[in-house]
């Protein structure tokens, strides 16, 4: 299975991106999405999941207010809507999927499938 990302580019400070993540070949119903970044020097981080068994949408701090995921299940893609960008955003963007639905879903070593990255870069 590989993920598709794609939405990023070069945007200013308070301005906004969509990120797209395709899933084709995925039973994407029985998966949870999440996007995770990585900053030149910096360990990847939880950016933002969405669990297939519950409701739960967790947020990291830095971005909670700001970004919002989403699904759309009949295209196999999941979203993530970032407003208010920040030069701190900047960073490769990743999504992930993974049969997890709990409280792991913040740690990337719980995701089996990765996508490619794009870059999102916010100019001050």
């Known amino acids: 299975v590989q993920l598709q990302a794609s939405g990023g580019g070069l945007v200013q400070a308070g301005g906004s991106l969509r990120l797209s993540c395709a899933a084709p070949?995925?039973?994407?119903?029985?998966?949870?999405m999440a996007w995770f970044r990585q900053a030149p020097g910096k360990e990847r981080e939880f950016v933002a999941a969405m669990s297939w068994r519950s409701p739960i949408t967790p947020y990291a701090d830095s971005v909670r207010g700001r970004f919002t995921i989403s699904r759309d299940s009949a295209k196999n893609t999941v979203y993530l809507q970032m407003n208010s960008l920040k030069p701190e955003d900047t960073a490769v963007y990743y999504c992930?999927?993974?049969?997890?639905?709990?409280?792991?879903?913040?740690?990337?070593?719980?995701?089996?499938?990765w996508g490619q990255g794009t870059q999102v870069t916010v100019s001050s």
């Open positions: 070949g995925l039973t994407f119903s029985r998966y949870s």
């Open positions: 992930a999927a993974t049969r997890s639905s709990g409280s792991t879903l913040s740690r990337p070593s719980a995701y089996d499938y």
